[in-house]
C-alpha cells in the first residue's frame, strides 16, 4: 500500500514572525531617535531672528545706536554673535578691514548671547562720543581708530550673525553722518536698514 503524504506547505504567511521582525526593527529606531534625538531635532528647531529697527540712545555726552532684534520663532537662538564683516565708505571697501563681533547692550562686551523666543534684544552698533567721529562698537578692535571710525558722508555697515543652531544672515546698515548737523549728537547720525 503506497501511502502518499505532503509535507506541510503553506501559502500563508506566518504573523507571528513578521510581528517579530517589525517590533525589533521599531526598538532599533526607537533606540537611535533617543541616542540621536537631539542632533536630529536640532535641525529643524532654527531660530528666527527679525530686524526690528534702530534706537538711538543719548547718555550724558555720548550717543549709542543700537539694532533691535527679535527671535520670532518658538526656538531658542543659542550663542548669537554679530560681526561687522565690512565697511564701505562712499562706494570703496575699507582696506585692511578686521571682521570683528560686535557687544550687545548691558552684556559685559561679550560677543555671545541667546535669545529666548519670542524675545526682543539690543545690540550697540554705532557710538559717538561729543567731539569725536562715531565708531562702530567693536570692543575688540577700538584701539585701531582707521578701522572703527566712521566718516563724515554716507557708509554701509556690513553684518552677519551665526548661531550655535547653524543659522546664520546677514544685513545692511546705511549710515550717514555730518559732524555740522544742529542739534544733539545723535541728530547728527541718521541710520537705516536697508
Known sequence: ?????TSYCSSSLDWGSIAQWVSGIA??????????????????????LKFVKIIKSSQKSECVCRLVIKNDSNHLAKNVEFDI???????????????????WTHN????????????????????????????????NIW???NLVEI????????????????KTDS????????????????DSLKITII
Open 85 to 103: 564683516e565690512r565697511i564701505i565708505h562712499n562706494k570703496k571697501r575699507r582696506e585692511n578691514f578686521i571682521p570683528a563681533p560686535l557687544s
Open 171 to 186: 544685513l545692511k546698515l546705511e549710515v550717514n553722518w555730518n559732524n555740522a548737523s544742529e542739534g544733539g549728537i545723535c
Open 151 to 166: 566718516k563724515e558722508g554716507s557708509t554701509t555697515l556690513e553684518l552677519k550673525y551665526y548661531t550655535e543652531n547653524g
Open 108 to 139: 559685559n562686551k561679550n560677543p555671545f548671547r541667546d535669545i529666548y523666543p519670542k524675545q526682543t534684544t539690543y545690540l550697540d552698533v554705532i557710538t559717538i562720543k561729543e567731539n569725536k567721529n562715531p565708531m562702530v562698537y567693536a570692543p
Open 1 to 5: 500500500m503506497f501511502l502518499f503524504t
Open 27 to 48: 526598538a532599533l529606531l526607537v533606540f537611535f531617535y533617543a541616542l540621536y534625538r537631539d542632533n536630529i531635532s536640532y535641525h529643524f528647531r532654527k531660530p528666527k
Open 143 to 145: 584701539d585701531i581708530p
